[in-house]
């Protein structure tokens, strides 16, 4: 599962909601960001890592 978390404060992340496919969390993220204007990150559940970070919609790779 691949949840969207928000920026509530400094190191302080809120779940929000959780998808099957790292594309539909995207998606989602993305929206939200560009609607909000807040930063949001895409975890992966099952590692509990941080997969990508979207911040006003654009999306900043943490790639390997």
Same mark, same amino acid.
């Given at each position: 599962m691949f949840c969207v978390q928000r920026k509530d404060a400094p190191n302080q992340w809120v779940k929000e909601l959780c998808f099957k496919t790292e594309?539909? *969390?995207y998606l989602? *993220?993305?929206t939200k960001s560009l609607a909000?204007?807040?930063t949001y990150r895409i975890v992966d559940d099952s590692f509990d890592d941080v997969?990508?970070?979207v911040d006003r919609g654009k999306g900043v790779d943490l790639g390997e």
């Amino acid at each position: 599962m691949f949840c969207v978390q928000r920026k509530d404060a400094p190191n302080q992340w809120v779940k929000e909601l959780c998808f099957k496919t790292e594309f539909k *969390a995207y998606l989602c *993220a993305r929206t939200k960001s560009l609607a909000t204007l807040s930063t949001y990150r895409i975890v992966d559940d099952s590692f509990d890592d941080v997969v990508l970070i979207v911040d006003r919609g654009k999306g900043v790779d943490l790639g390997e």
